[in-house]
């Protein structure tokens, strides 16, 4: 645990560096959202400092709004271009985001998986977590997809994002979204979470259960998981 999110955020890009540095082609799975914002701020300060060299790597987004291409300010393609790709030496030809547009989806999505197949899956998937335990927009339910797919969003997720949109009702209702599969078979997970918003998904990570109602609770089975929370998302870790 950190007392604050930018210290979490320094000691995730320090992780993050560690695996680029070993590895200069390396393959980062990437997230989008609040969660990972503070991290993306300090992997282009490493950049600047010539401490970071981007040239060579590979990324792979987890999740796009269906409906949402990339040069609408709330897709995700938008995003990782605002937030890190334009800041960094990366080839943007080696990033990679779901087609939110695709006329054939499903297909898009089984692309997807051939395409992190092909670039021998991912070295570090970063993740958020969602206040009801999603990991990408895997949401909770009886069964979950192991493969890309077209996700239908939950009403408390599309609440949840409705504060980056105009109005609650230009949230898109559907993502594709990267599956389990692909993030199990990652080679390490940096899980970060920040707010006393999620401490109740952070506190499902603590037990023995393992339930598709709280997606993130699959993490558990993972052999290399670093879980980073600042002091609100720990809230409820002390609690009996």
Do not use: C
């Amino acid at each position: 645990m950190f007392n604050s999110y930018e210290e979490l955020s320094a000691y995730s890009a320090e992780l993050v560096a560690g695996v680029v540095r070993q590895k200069e082609d390396a393959v980062l799975g990437l997230a989008t959202g609040s969660s990972p914002m503070g991290l993306y701020e300090e992997l282009i300060k490493l950049y600047d400092d010539g401490n970071l060299d981007f040239s060579k790597v590979k990324s792979i987004n987890l999740d796009e709004y269906v409906g949402l291409d990339g040069t609408h300010n709330q897709s995700y393609r938008y995003f990782m271009d605002l937030n890190l790709f334009n800041h960094i030496n990366i080839d943007k030809n080696n990033t990679h985001v779901p087609d939110g547009v695709a006329e054939d989806l499903q297909k898009g999505a089984e692309e997807y998986d051939e395409l992190i197949d092909s670039m021998g899956g991912i070295d570090v998937q970063i993740l958020g977590i969602g206040p009801n335990g999603h990991i990408g927009f895997n949401e909770p339910a009886e069964q979950l997809n192991l493969n890309t797919h077209v996700a239908d969003l939950t009403q408390e997720t599309i609440k949840a994002n409705a504060r980056f949109f105009a109005s609650e009702s230009d949230v898109p209702t559907q993502a594709v979204t990267m599956g389990m599969g692909p993030i199990m078979k990652a080679k390490k997970v940096i899980l970060i979470a920040s707010g006393e918003n999620k401490a109740w998904a952070v506190k499902s990570l603590t037990d023995d259960v393992i339930t598709t109602l709280i997606p993130a609770t699959l993490l558990k089975l993972h052999s290399d998981v670093t879980v980073l929370l600042d002091r609100g998302a720990a809230s409820q870790l002390d609690e009996k």
